[in-house]
Structures are given as structure tokens and as C-alpha cells.
């Protein structure tokens, strides 16, 4: 069997527009020559990979078996390409970092600035979305690494343990403690299990903080009171800060607004009511340099924040590795 690369992508360009035309407009070929490649392909693995329907092309069983494979090929051969062609110097190629909305509120700005600073060939593209669908973009390859949060991560993922949160009970002004200018120590401090007597607007579905949250409460036979649900950080703070309700967030997504008196805040009293940042990758999967650069920019850049006290934690791992430091 001799596959030619092309074909493997215009096979994944058909598969992405749902139109063989389509396809061909993209690629910059007649239409003919598309469809007599697609053709060839399917004589080749003698199956149907497409299906031809009134609204477009869709891929069959088998297809969709092959566009796994096609684009983690092309993906890989891309890898090659990029590393060869820039002799191992200077970093260049896509680099697609998924990064949940408390985490991009941190990290977003300077990773931007310092990528764009040091590497122009770099093609950075920053995606803020719940953490819940991280570890399937990176599986998939629609994404390069992203910032994931809870326990063991899924097979399939490296995994390098950064960080470890402080959580926060999140109120109106006058609530709870007032501002966090004397640092999270200084925060009068509920057990867990008070945390019944408040009503409670939390992040729903696949959010990483509410699966930890469910987790805890249930190992805790502490039922909550969950009188709405909201997956935007800046709504639940919003929320907290009008008096709906009070929430639960890290001390990194909440810092800037207790600071300024705009929420109260008390430290969670339960040993272990923390959350565990990762930063991941697809371990089958080679990285290029532009991933391994903008990999081990996040960490420092981690480490940074940390030391500064700009990400107030409760363990910090330098580089993803070694000995946990209190903070």
C-alpha cells in the first residue's frame, strides 16, 4: 500500500468542509482531481469512505476510523517538516494551548507578550474553555496542551503536576472577610461542612471545580445547596459580589476583586479542599519545538506569578517536577 499524502489531506480537507467543491476551493484544485483522489483512496483501502448526501459528504464508519489516523499523520509529518526546516533554532508552526477561564485571566497576557516578544515565527492561538473538554482536544490534536485541574489525568495525556489552589467561599462585601490585601491566612475560615447553610451558585457540567466540588461533597455526606448554576467565572463573581448567592473559587480567579472590596471571602477549613493545576500534551504525539518552547514558557512564567505572589497557592511544583514547597 502506497498512501500519498496528499490524498490523506484532501481526505481530512473533505471530511472538515462536508463538500468535495468545497474542498477543492480550499485546496486550490479542480474538483475532478479531488474526487478522482478520493476514489483512489477508497480503492485503496477497498472500503466506502464517504457517504454522499443531499447536504454534503459525510465520512462513513471506516472514514472516520481513517481521518483519526490521517490527522495524526499529518500532524506528526508537519512536526518534521517544521523542525527540519528550521534546523532545531528557531521555533516555528502553530502552538494551540487550551486554558480554562481562570487560568487564561492569569496566564493569557504575559504568555502572549513574551511568545510574540522572542518567537515571531510562532503561531500562537490561546482557547479558553471548560476543562472538561481540554483532554479531548489534546487527544484529538485540535489542541497542542492545556492547563487541566482535579486527579489522575485521562491515559493518553503527559502530565506535569504544577500547582495545587487554595479554594474560596465567595460572598457579597460585609459577608465574609473583607478584603484580601492582608493575604489568604488572614481570612476567617468555615469548615466544610457549613458550607450547607449557604446558598450556592456553582459552575455546572463537565467545569473541573464542579466536578471537584461534587467529589468532596459527596466523600463529606455534605449535601449543598445549588440554587443556580453559571460556567462564566466573571458572572459568578458578578453574582457573589450582587448578593445572589455565594459561589466557590480559587484564590487566583477572585484575588483582584476581594482585593478591592468588591466580594468577601473565607478560607474553606478541610484539608484537601484544594485544586491540582496540570499542564498536559497528547503522549503519542511528537512535539515540536514551537510546543516545547511555549511548554516550558508557561512553566516559567508559573513559577513567576507564584514567586510574586500574583498566584497565591497552596503547593507549587518548579517545573512540574521535584519536591512540593509550601506557600
Known amino acids: ?181 492582608n493575604g489568604i491566612n488572614a481570612a476567617v475560615s468555615v469548615p466544610f461542612s457549613r458550607l450547607r447553610e449557604y446558598r450556592l451558585i456553582l459552575p455546572a457540567g463537565l467545569h473541573g471545580l464542579r466536578s471537584l466540588i461534587d467529589r468532596f461533597s459527596a466523600s463529606h455526606s455534605t449535601d449543598l445547596q445549588v440554587i443556580a448554576e453559571v460556567n462564566a467565572i466573571p458572572e459568578l463573581i458578578s453574582l457573589a459580589a450582587a448578593g445572589a448567592g455565594f459561589t466557590i473559587l480559587s484564590h487566583a480567579s477572585v484575588q483582584e476583586e476581594w482585593r478591592g472590596g468588591l466580594v468577601s471571602c473565607a478560607r474553606v477549613a478541610e484539608e484537601g479542599f484544594t485544586r491540582q493545576v496540570y499542564l498536559c500534551r497528547a503522549a503519542t504525539r511528537p512535539a515540536s519545538l514551537a510546543v516545547t518552547s511555549v511548554w516550558q514558557r508557561i512553566l516559567a512564567i508559573t513559577g513567576k506569578l507564584v514567586d510574586g505572589g500574583q498566584w497565591p497557592v497552596h503547593r507549587f511544583t518548579a517545573g512540574g517536577e521535584g519536591a512540593d514547597i509550601q506557600r
Open 1 to 181: 500500500m502506497a498512501l500519498e499524502l496528499r490524498a490523506l489531506r484532501g481526505f481530512v480537507t473533505v471530511c472538515a468542509a462536508g463538500s468535495i467543491s468545497r474542498a477543492a476551493e480550499r485546496l486550490h484544485i479542480a474538483q475532478p482531481a479531488l474526487s478522482l483522489q478520493m476514489k483512489n483512496l477508497e480503492e485503496e483501502f477497498g472500503a466506502a469512505l464517504l457517504e454522499r448526501t443531499p447536504r454534503g459528504v459525510l465520512a462513513t464508519a471506516a472514514g472516520e476510523m481513517l481521518l483519526t489516523h490521517a490527522a495524526d499523520i499529518l500532524r506528526r509529518v508537519d512536526v518534521a517538516y517544521e523542525d527540519i526546516r528550521t534546523a532545531i533554532k528557531q521555533p516555528q508552526g502553530r502552538v494551540a494551548v487550551g486554558l480554562p477561564q481562570s487560568l487564561a485571566k492569569l496566564l493569557t497576557v504575559p504568555l502572549v507578550k513574551e511568545v510574540c516578544a522572542e518567537w515571531p515565527g510562532i503561531d500562537l492561538q490561546i482557547i479558553e474553555q471548560s476543562t472538561g473538554y481540554i483532554p479531548q482536544g489534546l487527544l484529538t490534536g485540535h489542541l497542542d496542551m492545556g492547563m487541566t485541574f482535579g486527579g489522575t489525568p485521562e491515559p493518553g495525556l503527559r502530565a506535569d503536576r504544577v500547582l495545587e489552589e487554595r479554594l474560596l467561599l465567595v460572598g457579597p462585601p460585609g459577608a465574609l472577610s473583607k478584603h484580601g490585601r
